[in-house]
């Protein structure tokens, strides 16, 4: 049992989070994939969730060999994604309105805090029509380096005027839980990823199964 009291903030992370934009990136990315006749399976897809794209894009190289051609690849899955987007928007994850009633009822301070550059985070965020918020947003723009490294909860933190070590940091992915860990905030591993990654899962400070679990934890402490 965890209580917001506890904590001087709480940082969320958006991709996979806050937003279910995981399954948009997967099924583009699977469906650029398959025009160019590339088949990968299922484990590979998932094993990029939380990453950078920099990240993505070495892991397809290490995958696919260094002639891979990324700017296709790239091209065709960034009109997919929008292709898909367009249809179907962004949804926001199961009990996040919840949990931030919470948090806001108790005048606790919250950030944002994620991999992605931030013309795609509010892009995304604008698309799920959550764009008003998060009035802190740090991207992987503000910091020398991405997820798995601690920087840009860290960075956060010091946004928040907060000592990291008194931030409540929730994740989705494994990338994001070593994140959380190596800067030593108290770390939520919300998978949004089955099966739960054993390494994330055996790191964290907290593993739930989602967003509206933990508001209905912090309600009743």
């Known amino acids: 049992m965890i209580k917001l009291t ?10 996979g989070l806050v937003l279910d934009t995981e399954s948009t990136y997967n099924k583009a990315w699977q469906q650029a994939a398959q ?3 590339l088949e990968l399976d299922e484990q590979f897809w998932q094993s990029l969730s ?5 990240d993505v894009e070495r892991c397809l ?7 891979f051609d990324l ?6 899955s ?3 994604w929008r292709d898909y987007v367009a249809s179907n928007g962004i949804a926001v994850k199961a009990g996040f309105a919840e949990l931030l009633s919470v948090i806001q009822q108790q005048s606790l301070p919250y950030a944002l805090a994620t991999n992605s550059p931030a013309i795609n985070a509010l892009e995304c ?6 764009d008003e918020v ?5 991207t992987r723009d503000d910091v020398q380096r991405g997820k798995p490294a601690p920087d840009i909860f860290l960075a956060t933190a010091d946004c928040l005027h907060v000592d990291i070590k008194r931030c409540l940091v929730l994740e989705d992915s494994p990338a994001g839980i070593a994140a959380a860990v190596s800067s030593g905030a108290f770390s939520v591993y919300i998978p949004s990823v089955l099966p739960i990654d054993r390494q994330a899962a055996a790191q964290c400070d907290l593993l739930i199964n989602d967003l509206a679990e933990l508001a209905r934890m912090v309600t009743r402490s």
Do not use: P, Q
Request: charged share 20%.
């Open 78 to 80: 960034a009109s997919s």
């Open 50 to 54: 939380g990453l950078h794209y920099a």
């Open 71 to 76: 700017d296709s690849f790239n091209r065709l």
């Open 125 to 130: 965020l604008e698309l799920a029509g959550i």
């Open 61 to 67: 190289l290490t995958k696919c060999g260094a002639d």
């Open 35 to 37: 025009l160019i006749g």
């Open 134 to 138: 998060f009035s802190v947003i740090v």
């Open 6 to 15: 506890d904590f001087a903030a709480v940082i969320f992370d958006m991709d």
